[in-house]
């Protein structure tokens, strides 16, 4: 079963060699699709055919009628894409004038935009591709080069990067906003001339979940602006399924309400042949020989607040506790210990911006043998100390340890991580997500098991649509939305069985 795209796709990408055979991830059709995101070179894309070698069959299957949907879109985009007739329209328009004053074309875009580190980006990516479905939009990705390398392109015979030469960047501080635009229509003043492009402004930062973003009043207007440019740092996706007018189609993609970014995900997001490369030297050197694989991804966003021992104190008591790891005989040194021809192994990827995990995790199972004389390897890819967003490098150790922890049999995670997040998704994983520490006190329990595989949004809608300004629990509304285990006040989406 293949998700990814349908038909030859020509596309364009790094690397070279081509594959057949079932792919990884769900859905149908053979999938060939286009290669490297940065559009250099020729030559297929390696991991859309050989990622079912690496990663186990989803049991999340997609409905017919998702991938009816995606492949509607994907021949939205062949017609609308880069340099097609409808795009040579588009960016003809000035997008500071209303449109009324422009030649018309059938095709609307949404363009997305770059916010904080991969994780939030990729989030958003997933969140804006559904939306854009959903709204009849073609979506085109504004990527730097600390982006272009990572991904192959999704659809097939059209990029879905928006071309350098967009002209329109220039006049970004005199495009309406959507909030602006939304204040001038309360007034319910339908003279008013819409404008062509608008920003649609979704970040945290910016009062987002007060913008009736989640109403069909506001999907109403928006419906009618050709051009939305996004920016956002949330997994807006909840917001989605709010929105009366797309409840029934979502449901019909959707019946397991917590698969959303995993089948949007795995559709999106095929690494490049250098990212490729990377993982499956990694897998085949670490992973291959392993029982078991077990992801630690580790996200410290204040160090002041518990010491590096505490958390690897942590880990290791959630692991033991849900039986991950082995505990540890620390009367019997690890050289003593006998080894047998049946003996287990277990490999730890640890990902983290810090060394001092993996190192003392290593030296751990190094020095002692464990109770069940299982063998633990410990490998930590990198350590960046922080977080470069805009580092090309940086970007791509970060996709390929989100990948290689997407393959893992079972993962733990840190709190509001959304680069845990991408990973537990792709995966189609629950993880055990570790408690806030302080100081040198490990929390009882260590660890909390997910209800879900989908990312938290962080952030949602404070309001109800009346426009009355009152405070709702939206998780009260929809019984397939809860609050999130690691921020309470976010929102996620969890499959509830009837």
Not at 52 to 72: A, E, M, Q, V
Not at 97 to 121: D, E, I, M, V
Not at 273 to 287: G, L, M, R, S, Y
Not at 411 to 421: A, E, N, V
Request: charge should be positive; aromatic fraction near 10%.
């Amino acid at each position: 079963m293949e998700l990814s795209g349908s038909g030859s796709g020509s596309g364009s990408g790094s690397g070279s060699g081509s594959g057949s055979g079932s792919g990884s991830g769900s859905g149908s059709g053979s999938g060939s699709g286009s290669g490297s995101g940065s559009g250099s070179g020729s030559g297929s894309c390696l991991s859309r055919y050989e990622s079912y070698l690496y990663r186990k069959p989803s049991p999340h299957k997609p409905t017919p009628y998702l991938i009816s949907k995606l492949r509607n879109y994907e021949h939205l985009h062949t017609i609308c894409g880069p340099h097609t007739h409808s795009y040579n329209i588009f960016i003809t328009k000035d997008p500071t004038f209303t449109q009324n004053h422009h030649a018309t074309t059938n095709c609307k875009y949404l363009l997305w935009t770059p916010s904080n580190g991969l994780g939030n980006r990729m989030l958003t990516l997933a969140a804006a591709f559904l939306y854009a479905i959903l709204t009849h939009r073609v979506l085109l990705v504004k990527f730097g080069n600390d982006m272009l390398p990572l991904f192959c392109q999704p659809f097939p015979h059209s990029s879905w990067l928006l071309p350098t030469d967009f002209p329109y960047w220039k006049y970004l501080k005199r495009i309406q906003t959507y909030e602006n635009f939304l204040i001038k229509h309360r007034g319910n003043n339908s003279k008013e001339i819409l404008p062509s492009f608008l920003v649609l402004n979704l970040q945290h930062t910016h009062d987002a979940h007060n913008n009736f973003f989640h109403c069909d009043h506001s999907q109403e207007l928006l419906h009618k602006v050709p051009v939305l440019i996004l920016s956002s740092d949330q997994y807006f996706v909840p917001s989605l399924f709010m929105i009366p007018s797309f409840r029934q189609v979502l449901s019909k993609m959707f019946p397991e309400k917590d698969t959303v970014f995993h089948h949007m995900g795995r559709y999106l997001f095929h690494p490049s042949n250098e990212a490729w490369e990377v993982i499956t030297k990694f897998h085949q050197a670490h992973f291959a020989e392993a029982n078991e694989r077990i992801g630690v991804q580790i996200r410290v966003f204040n160090t002041h607040k518990a010491p590096h021992q505490t958390i690897i104190n942590e880990i290791i008591a959630c692991t033991v506790k849900h039986k991950l790891l082995p505990e540890l005989d620390l009367q019997k040194p690890a050289e003593a210990a006998s080894v047998s021809k049946n003996q287990t192994s277990k490999a730890v990827l640890v990902a983290s911006l810090f060394s001092e995990y993996g190192e003392k995790l290593r030296a751990l199972y190094l020095r002692n043998t464990s109770v069940t004389n299982e063998v633990v390897r410990v490998y930590q890819p990198s350590h960046e100390e922080r977080q470069k967003s805009s580092n090309g490098m940086h970007n791509m150790k970060a996709w390929t340890e989100i990948y290689l922890l997407s393959l893992c049999d079972s993962l733990i995670t840190s709190r509001k991580s959304t680069f845990g997040y991408v990973a537990q998704s792709l995966g189609g994983l629950k993880p055990l997500i570790l408690q806030r520490a302080f100081g040198e006190t490990i929390p009882n329990p260590p660890c909390q098991r997910a209800r879900s595989m989908e990312p938290c949004f962080h952030y949602p809608p404070k309001y109800d649509c009346s426009r009355s300004n009152t405070p709702v629990d939206f998780t009260s509304l929809f019984h397939h939305m809860m609050h999130c285990e690691d921020v309470s006040s976010g929102l996620r989406m969890v499959n509830v069985k009837h």
